[in-house]
């Protein structure tokens, strides 16, 4: 089993949807929690990161953290064609990131 | 461009030939990481160096994988002896010692396809 399990999708919504994007995790001591976004041929990079449970927001998007259940979700309000993208989620071991599978997600205009 | 680069973007090779990337992280950063990224999957950690030295080597860097970083600046990944299976996105990632661990920049990556 992976240390963090993301549903790799695609998923497809029309132009202005909520997005729900999430992962679960295993390894209790995770601290930290991102989300990255990568389009195609281009490395990942930072959207929001999260320390602990509990909700962050940053315009159109939230993150939320449970620690309880280990789930973590991100949220894109007001979605648009140029939030398609593979969106990955992430927790911290010491200086190492572990990843999951990474969500393809599709806007449709 | 101040932030990470990395040389070449794409490369294709025939099985059996070695390789070398090359990655230039952001200028004030300590500390350089390598990631390998297949087909519809998250990064994979492969190694890490903090100035010259390498702290860290995952069990998926064989032993055909050596990374360098002679001078704590630049580093280069080289694989020899290139099997299909070697096919991926090579990522290269740079923060300061004193940053957290999701303040990893990344570069654009290398494309290796091995035929």
């Known amino acids: 089993q992976k240390e963090v399990e993301q549903d790799p999708g695609p998923l497809s919504v029309p132009e202005g949807a909520i997005v729900s994007l999430n992962c679960t995790y295993s390894?209790?001591?995770?601290?930290?929690f991102m989300w990255y976004r990568q389009y195609s041929r281009k490395g990942p990079e930072l959207l929001m990161y999260t320390y602990s449970s509990g909700n962050k927001e940053d315009g159109r998007f939230t993150a939320q953290v449970d620690k309880s259940s280990k789930y973590i979700s991100l949220f894109i309000r007001d979605s648009q064609p140029s939030d398609s993208a593979t969106y990955l989620c992430a927790g911290d071991s010491n200086y190492q990131l572990i990843w999951g599978a990474g969500t393809k997600l599709i806007i449709k205009p | 461009d101040t932030g990470v680069s990395q040389d070449p973007r794409h490369k294709i090779t025939k099985r059996g030939q070695n390789v070398t990337f090359r990655c230039d992280p952001i200028s004030e950063h300590n500390r350089l990481y390598w990631y390998r990224q297949t087909l519809g999957q998250g990064p994979e950690f492969l190694t890490y160096f903090q100035n010259e030295a390498q702290l860290e080597k995952s069990r998926l860097l064989s032993d055909r994988f050596s990374a360098e970083r002679p001078k704590g600046s630049f580093s280069t990944l080289e694989i020899q002896r290139t099997e299909q299976g070697d096919s991926a996105m090579y990522l290269c990632a740079s923060s300061h010692s004193s940053g957290r661990v999701y303040e990893q920049y990344f570069g654009p990556g290398t494309r290796l396809t091995v035929t």
């Open positions: 390894n209790s001591a995770f601290q930290y």
